[in-house]
């Protein structure tokens, strides 16, 4: 059996920006974290900690965590997107790789936006082709020079999102170099199957997110035909065990698999009140230590 690592993720305490009045304070995440019980979790989004890698691993050291991944966005789909992505990107993987990270989590651009519009044609056959490409030379130049293995994370209303495009990615990249970060929120928010994923392709998964979608707050964001973000400010991602997909066949489904892997508790919640967070961190790691098999922290 494999080994289960949890952590958690700026996410999971209403973090999406850099910088952002409304968010909770990085020290207090920090604080707040470690005293969840976590001891790893990922950077968030580039500039919401210390960028300074001396002024983190110190701001870690002293509280007992590690960084398993950094994250970013890309645009590859798009012509001549390659520098601006690799700029934004290789900041983040520098950094991860600097506090001892061996993943880069790195997720689609939008197709749609926040009060629903679509702001870029979905790809087809062909665009998904291309992407795969790119992102497949993405990953090679990651691990060539940060050591940073390449985990695609699907996201809900992006060009890589549904079962379908999910399955065509995974067929169009090269798992040397590219593998999936499985969102088990963001993979049933678009009706898609974790644990298909999992029995398919064995192989391709390498890292995990952890998350569950309220099927009631679903069902009326389909039918009002609105965006993720507005999605998320209505509660579809809600604490484990209230939603979907249920977490314990998945975690034990995981540890089949026979490697080891982070999985990160990742519960949008932006924007959120500051005393929201650490009780529903404890209460998730409880719940996921009791019925998570072989999970470890």
Not at 43 to 64: C, Q
Not at 70 to 87: A, I, N, Q, V, Y
Not at 199 to 209: C, S
Request: one cysteine or more; proline letters at 7%; glycine letters at 10%.
């Amino acid at each position: 059996m494999g080994r289960v690592t949890i952590g958690s993720a700026p996410d999971s305490w209403g973090v999406w920006f850099a910088d952002d009045e409304q968010q909770t304070p990085w020290e207090r995440f920090l604080d707040e974290v470690a005293a969840a019980g976590y001891r790893r979790i990922e950077l968030g989004p580039y500039g919401y900690l210390p960028t300074d890698p001396a002024r983190l691993k110190d701001e870690l050291d002293k509280r007992g965590l590690a960084v398993t991944a950094g994250t970013s966005f890309e645009h590859l789909h798009r012509p001549d997107s390659w520098d601006s992505t690799w700029k934004d990107i290789s900041a983040t993987a520098e950094l991860a790789a600097a506090m001892g990270a061996k993943h880069l989590v790195v997720m689609p651009s939008m197709w749609r936006g926040d009060n629903g519009e679509v702001v870029e044609p979905r790809l087809d056959h062909e665009g998904q082709a291309r992407h795969g490409k790119q992102v497949t030379e993405l990953g090679r130049r990651i691990a060539a020079e940060y050591g940073l293995k390449t985990q695609y994370h699907p996201h809900a209303d992006g060009h890589v999102d549904s079962q379908e495009t999910v399955e065509r990615f995974l067929d169009e990249t090269d798992g040397e170099y590219v593998n999936l970060c499985l969102d088990t929120g963001h993979i049933s928010y678009c009706g898609g199957d974790n644990l298909k994923l999992i029995q398919d392709y064995p192989d391709r998964i390498g890292y995990v997110h952890l998350k569950q979608v309220d099927p009631k707050v679903l069902a009326e964001v389909e039918a009002a035909g609105v965006g993720f973000d507005e999605a998320v400010r209505r509660g579809v991602m809600c604490e484990p065990p209230n939603g979907v997909p249920e977490l314990p066949p998945l975690l034990d489904a995981l540890a089949a698999l026979d490697v080891d892997l982070f999985a990160i508790v990742e519960q949008d919640m932006y924007p959120c009140p500051p005393e929201v967070p650490l009780p529903i961190a404890e209460r998730t790691l409880a719940y996921l230590r009791t019925h998570g098999g072989g999970v470890s922290v």
